[in-house]
């Protein structure tokens, strides 16, 4: 690891401080311990839908609602029966007595939670879907003594239409992770995941679900190599200040312009700070009085701009309690913000390229969807790494159900079953206190 000597105050989403004088060292997903665990359950686990896998199979819905086949149902009693296929599966993933592996049911036995253990991820982090998938099918064979001619139809309703189609579509086991024949390329895995699956997870609180995101983005960030030598100071740098409210300043431009304040005064407020604390100088005034600014830290400016971004995203989408401005806020923060000073936008000119193409994807001619259903892996949102997808999700967060695609529809199944895992649920105070365990 290159020498980095920045440090920082960590703040909750309140405003309240959680850890002081903190290296950002401590902060990397390679070193901070909460953040490892985070990116290790999200590989692991796995959200089972037994009540809706009871209904399939009683109407005979074999590989999701579309494929129906009449006269082939099952009156199982999955629900009721819970626990001894939750133990079974249990029994059937365990490797060595006393590890990770874990099969809890929620919400009144309707949902199960599995965690996968570590010595079953040898090389491929598909394996998490893989076995919960065979585990729950020979738990259910087992349990109701399903015969040969009926073994297929059980296996079908778990998997979905897997083999024919890899992405296992119709599949009642979801993993947070897609599989890997959807990654956009190398080092994607954390990227592919929607917006709406870690704001249902976070129940919907904007800064905790964009410390989630960037969680999960700037790990990612480390896997593709983006984070090694010189631009690792850049990426931990833009992660403290907009993902974890370093110093509080997230906290304070939202607080400052939440009650009346427009973009716009997000903006002059970011620049205000900005210059007050040496990050942005002066650099030449044009004889038209226009003052050019310059930067003797550009990785710091860019963290700067980044916490606006969000805070400019967080106040624009509170004001009309919706999730689809986030496009046009990005890039209109951005393009005042480079007028305003001279100084390149967030991720020097690809957050604001990358809105561009997630505005029309969502509002133009395509509309196929709505910023809920994007992630870092999006072919139109995947240029902006790190700072782009949590503003999103915080927007998403703040979204009081304006959206056809809305978290409540798309994902709440993870919410209940991954909302229950603490790293998930406050991902900020997790990282200040895995922090404070290595400092």
């Known amino acids: 690891m290159a020498k980095i000597e920045d440090k920082v105050d960590l703040y909750d989403d309140r405003g309240n401080k959680l850890l002081g004088d903190v290296p950002i060292t401590a902060l990397s997903p390679l070193r901070n311990p909460a953040i490892r665990?985070?990116?290790?359950?999200?590989?692991?686990?796995?959200?089972?839908?037994?009540?809706?896998?009871?209904?399939?199979?009683?109407?005979?819905?074999?590989?999701?609602?579309?494929?129906?086949?009449?006269?082939?149902?099952?009156?199982?009693?999955?629900?009721?029966?819970?626990?001894?296929?939750?133990s079974q599966m249990k029994d059937m993933l365990e490797v060595e007595a006393g590890d990770e592996t874990r099969a809890d049911l929620l919400a009144g036995g309707?949902?199960?939670?599995?965690?996968?253990?570590?010595?079953?991820?040898?090389?491929?982090?598909?394996?998490?879907?893989?076995?919960?998938?065979?585990?729950?099918?020979?738990?259910?064979?087992?349990?109701?003594?399903?015969?040969?001619?009926?073994?297929?139809?059980?296996?079908?309703?778990?998997?979905?239409?897997?083999?024919?189609?890899?992405a296992m579509t119709g599949s009642v086991v979801a993993t947070l992770v897609d599989v890997p024949i959807s990654n956009e390329g190398p080092g994607y895995t954390l990227r592919n995941i929607p917006?709406?699956?870690?704001?249902?997870?976070?129940?919907?609180?904007?800064?905790?679900?964009?410390?989630?995101?960037?969680?999960?983005?700037?790990?990612a960030c480390y896997e593709m190599g983006d984070a090694v030598g010189p631009f690792e100071r850049g990426h931990l740098l833009d992660f403290a200040y907009e993902g974890l409210n370093a110093n509080n300043m997230l906290f304070n431009l939202i607080k400052e312009n939440g009650q009346d304040g427009t973009?716009?005064?997000?903006?002059?407020?970011?620049?205000?700070?900005?210059k007050a604390d040496g990050v942005a100088k002066p650099k030449t005034k044009l004889g038209s009085g226009y003052t050019v600014f310059g930067?003797?830290?550009?990785?710091?400016?860019?963290?700067?701009?980044?916490?606006?971004?969000?805070?400019?995203?967080?106040?624009?989408?509170?004001?009309?309690?919706?999730?689809?401005?986030?496009?046009?806020?990005?890039?209109?923060?951005?393009?005042?913000?480079?007028?305003?000073?001279?100084l390149p936008g967030v991720d020097y000119g690809k957050a604001q390229g990358a809105s561009v193409s997630s505005s029309f994807f969502s509002h133009s001619i395509y509309g196929g969807g709505g910023p809920g259903v994007f992630?870092?892996?999006?072919?139109?949102?995947?240029?902006?790494?790190?700072?782009?997808?949590?503003?999103?999700?915080?927007?998403?967060?703040?979204?009081?159900?304006?959206?056809?695609?809305?978290?409540s529809r798309t994902s709440g199944l993870y919410g209940e079953v991954l909302g229950s895992i603490p790293e998930f649920a406050e991902p900020m105070k997790a990282v200040a206190e895995g922090a404070k365990e290595i400092m």
Not at 130 to 158: E, H, P, R, Y
Not at 296 to 322: F, I, K, P
Not at 331 to 340: A, V
């Open 37 to 86: 665990k985070i990116c290790g359950l999200v590989a692991r686990l796995a959200a089972v839908d037994l009540a809706g896998l009871e209904k399939r199979i009683s109407s005979g819905a074999i590989a999701g609602k579309q494929m129906i086949i009449r006269n082939k149902g099952m009156d199982l009693d999955i629900v009721g029966k819970g626990k001894a296929i939750a």
């Open 375 to 407: 992630h870092g892996n999006h072919i139109v949102t995947r240029h902006a790494k790190g700072q782009f997808i949590p503003c999103f999700c915080a927007a998403m967060c703040i979204d009081a159900d304006t959206q056809y695609f809305a978290p």
């Open 263 to 274: 973009l716009g005064d997000v903006v002059y407020a970011l620049v205000e700070k900005a």
């Open 295 to 342: 930067t003797d830290d550009l990785q710091m400016w860019n963290a700067y701009a980044s916490t606006g971004m969000l805070a400019a995203v967080m106040v624009n989408c509170a004001a009309m309690r919706a999730g689809q401005p986030v496009p046009s806020s990005i890039m209109y923060f951005n393009e005042m913000l480079e007028h305003d000073t001279g």
């Open 110 to 166: 309707k949902r199960l939670l599995v965690e996968v253990p570590s010595a079953r991820i040898l090389a491929d982090y598909s394996a998490a879907r893989t076995n919960v998938c065979a585990a729950l099918t020979q738990a259910l064979i087992d349990t109701f003594d399903v015969d040969m001619w009926k073994a297929s139809d059980i296996k079908g309703a778990v998997w979905g239409m897997y083999p024919q189609d890899p």
């Open 195 to 219: 917006v709406n699956h870690i704001a249902a997870t976070v129940r919907k609180r904007a800064m905790p679900g964009a410390c989630l995101s960037m969680v999960l983005e700037e790990s």
